[in-house]
Nanobody, 127 residues
């Protein structure tokens, strides 16, 4: 089982980035995927997650209206399109998966329910 994040980088405030999470080694179609981030000196924060069955997206209030999560089951990839980035979005972004099929939104506050965390991708937003 492996999840690999990519797409991070340095961007100016107001800019955009697309993160990718490529999964392998498990039944991707049957899994929910979550994006989390950890900023320096802060705890890990749930950013967004997407369900397996209907692909329903869920977002933390801090990113709602700015980030969009999507999945391409044929490519076993989940994307996180981030727009209107600000300095508070600076963090290492991680993805992980869960077999949870109901109340998927709970994953945003329960990282212990996800597994196989990737190595992360750094997003730095400059002012």
């Amino acid at each position: 089982v492996q999840l690999v994040e990519s797409g991070g980088g340095l961007v100016q405030a107001g800019g955009s980035l697309r993160l990718s999470c490529v999964a392998s080694g498990f039944s991707f179609d049957d899994s929910a995927i979550g994006w989390f981030r950890r900023a320096p000196g802060k705890e890990r924060e749930g950013v967004s997650c997407i369900g397996a069955i209907d692909g329903t997206p869920y977002y933390a209030d801090s990113v709602k209206g700015r980030f969009i999560i999507s999945r391409d089951n044929a490519k076993t990839t989940v994307y996180l399109d981030m727009t209107s980035l600000n300095t508070d979005d600076t963090a290492v972004y991680f993805c992980a998966f869960s077999w949870r099929t109901s109340n998927v939104d709970i994953l945003l506050s329960r990282p212990d329910l996800l597994a196989s965390w990737g190595q992360g991708t750094q997003v730095t937003v400059s002012s």
